[in-house]
């Protein structure tokens, strides 16, 4: 597309965009001028890989670099010319709880919306490895803030259309028998600005609002036994303790079926920005119906029409009618690597490699191809394959050294197979630049050039 | 629990181990015991409870309490127009309140609807709900039943879905007919690409 057929964003959307933009373009100029992160200069590398081989390759080289400062989550620490010749660090030296390397610095980035509370960040996907997010790098969506909640003060109502209304501390939620599930959680609004133009360069910008962690916690279904539900119950109502105090209603069917209330995050407490001490978990569904800081749950027989499913969270197609209540989020996947701002070395042979995911189940099929999906090919799925999770996809690549469009499709065990954008917008239409602004789970195109450098394009 | 809930509660699980040694794993997971109540938790008092609220489209649960447009402006003034604009325009902070009639139906790609209370909110409920739970933004939760029919009135009134001289209260707030009322559409259709 060219400059002059580019949509003409209205005031509030150009801004939103470009904030978008400009945070991507600081997040990528922080990680090129680290010495030796992913992308630094100039070798502009390739994802880890390539950061490991050329570390391993200058390894008896290296100088002494003490950094100005360590990146997040890590502890600045003198690198020995050898490490084997002298001792390491104390044991126990970080206290006791672990810090990474000095040598990763991939942060998630913050969407550039006026107010630092009602904003989310994004997770750098193309760093990622296996399918876990780390727990710090998980994506976040907060409408007012992060609550800070001392969960000895904090507890859980179940009231309305039951037969015996509760009150749990969540050392009572600790006591129920519980549940853990390795799955993702995705917000609907992943991929917002890529309706109608490549907009954003990375992996991260274009789909970091997806991650995967494994929560554990208690089914909703034994909560709502121990209340007793009324004839005629439908919804429930979940509430949040933030300054928001963020509702959703979700059919009660939802709510006995898979839902849970889940108090742990890869193995230790929920992080206080995924909704510390407890978050309600609807596996599959969008990210805001996942209420954090999880405070109330009322029982009803009708929705509750609030703000975040009435003006926020609805899709509003080209007719002037707004689809509301669409929980799930359809099959989707992307390539991680190679992706938007890499720069591939030569030609030779590459591992494409991507993620897969679908809220209605497992992934059974992923395609990937390299001209622009002309042809298909299966690429390798990383088992074990969890229904709704993120699923790992492999892919052997010999690059010719021709300019080139990698593109992933993925097909789930309903035998819904990932739509093209256009096969997406021939439905949905594109109301103004963000279309419908939410549920974006087209095929991502990325272009492979002759001089290596991958980016965004739709193709 | 006592030593006898202790045995119960272990033999159920002891039986429910049993019988999932031969079947396949279950999805989603389930919990290891499904059995008969387990008492945890306690019973909130009725004054506990009253201090939540929702209110759905019907009005019900709404507050005693009542606002008129003048009250409502002079609160707007002081609380909302920082960050809404001085005349509901919304601005880099807070989203634009009214107008945007007419724009939602837009096959265009270059043109974005303009998605207001006015314009897109189903219902004056919700109005009053969110404002009420999460407004003004620098102090959520501070406004009075009474200010927040008020600025209710105000919104509404300069959005000419109320009367300037409508005074807002419980009945009167449930019955205001929005002009999106029909404009959602559920349940979800989709998968709608095959």
């Known amino acids: 597309m060219k400059d002059e057929q580019l949509p003409q964003y209205d005031e509030k959307t150009r801004r939103r965009i470009e904030a978008m933009v400009e945070a991507e373009a600081r997040y990528l100029a922080q990680m090129r001028r680290h010495p030796r992160g992913p992308l630094a200069s100039p070798a502009r590398m390739t994802g880890r890989r390539g950061f490991l081989a050329a570390a391993a390759a200058g390894a008896s080289l290296l100088p002494t670099i003490v950094h100005a400062k360590a990146p997040p989550g890590a502890v600045e620490r003198p690198v020995p010319a050898d490490p084997t010749k002298e001792q390491g660090t104390p044991t126990n030296d970080d206290g006791g709880y672990g810090s990474r390397s000095q040598f990763e610095s991939e942060t998630r980035w913050r969407f550039g919306t006026a107010t630092r509370e009602s904003s989310w960040t994004m997770t750098p996907l ?3 490895v296996g399918v876990i ?45 519980s549940i853990s599930r390795t799955m993702f959680i995705e917000c609907s609004g992943n991929g917002l600005t890529e309706w109608s133009k490549p907009t954003l360069k990375t992996v991260q910008g274009t789909h970091g609002l997806t991650s995967t962690s494994e929560w554990t916690g208690v089914p909703l279904a034994l909560l709502l036994k121990e ?64 209420i954090k800081w999880l405070r109330r ?29 669409t929980f799930v989020m359809e099959a989707k996947s992307v390539i991680t690597f190679p992706s938007g701002e890499m720069r591939l070395p030569g030609p030779g042979f590459y591992e494409v490699t991507g993620l ?20 298909w090919a299966d690429a390798h799925l990383q088992g074990p394959v969890l229904a709704i999770c993120h699923t790992r996809f492999r892919f052997p690549w010999f690059w010719d050294g021709k300019p080139a469009v990698l593109q992933s499709r993925a097909t789930d065990e309903t035998g819904y197979v990932q739509p ?13 630049p963000l279309g419908s602004i939410y549920h974006l789970n087209a095929i991502q195109s990325w272009a492979v050039a002759a001089d290596g450098s991958v980016s965004n394009v739709h193709a | 629990m006592s030593t006898l809930e202790h045995a119960v509660a272990l033999a159920a699980l002891l039986a429910l181990a049993a019988g999932c040694a ?6 989603p997971p ?34 005693p309490g009542s606002g008129s447009y003048a009250q409502g402006q002079k609160i707007y003034q002081a609380k909302c127009m920082a960050c809404h604009g001085e005349k509901l325009e919304g601005t880099k902070i807070g989203d634009k309140l009214i107008g945007g009639r007419g724009t939602l139906v837009n096959a265009s790609p270059a043109k974005a609807p303009v998605k207001t209370v006015e314009s897109y909110w189903p219902y004056a409920t919700t109005l009053f709900d969110y404002v009420k739970r999460a407004m003004p933004f620098n102090a959520p939760g501070s406004l009075s039943d009474d200010e927040v029919y008020a600025l209710a009135a105000y919104i509404l009134g300069e959005a000419n879905i109320v009367p300037k001289g409508q005074t807002l209260n419980a009945a009167t707030l449930a019955a205001v007919q929005m002009p999106n009322r029909n404009g959602f559409v559920s349940p979800d259709p989709r998968p709608d690409v095959r």
């Open chain 1, 227 to 290: 209340s007793g539900l009324k004839p005629g119950a439908k919804w429930v109502l979940a509430e949040g303790a933030d300054a928001a105090v963020m509702t959703r209603s979700i059919p009660l069917e939802k709510c006995l079926e898979d839902a849970f209330i889940a108090y742990g995050q890869n193995g230790e407490a929920i992080r206080p920005e995924q909704g510390y001490p407890i978050r309600l978990v609807l596996p599959g569904w969008e990210g805001n119906t996942h």
């Open chain 1, 356 to 375: 897969a995911w679908s809220g209605r189940g497992k992934i059974t099929r992923l395609e990937v191809s390299t001209d622009g999906g002309k042809s």
């Open chain 2, 30 to 63: 389930q919990a290891a015991y499904s059995g008969s109540k387990l008492a945890l938790g306690s019973t909130p008092t009725a004054a506990e409870l009253a201090h939540y609220y929702s209110y759905p489209a019907d009005g019900r649960g709404l507050p």
């Open chain 1, 297 to 325: 749950l009322e029982v009803s027989d009708v929705p509750f029409m609030t703000r975040e499913e009435t003006s926020k969270y609805t899709d509003l197609l080209p007719d002037g009618r707004a689809r509301q209540f």
């Open chain 1, 126 to 128: 193309e760093n990622g």
């Open chain 2, 22 to 27: 031969a079947q396949r794993s279950t999805e």
């Open chain 1, 133 to 177: 997010t780390p727990s710090g790098l998980h994506f976040e969506r907060h409408h007012g803030g992060i609550a800070t909640i001392d969960p000895s003060r904090h507890s859980l109502l179940v009231h309305g259309m039951v037969d015996q209304p509760k009150k749990y501390s969540v050392a009572d939620i600790r006591r129920f028998p």
């Open chain 1, 420 to 432: 093209s954008l256009k096969q997406l917008v021939d439905v949905r239409g594109l109301n103004g």
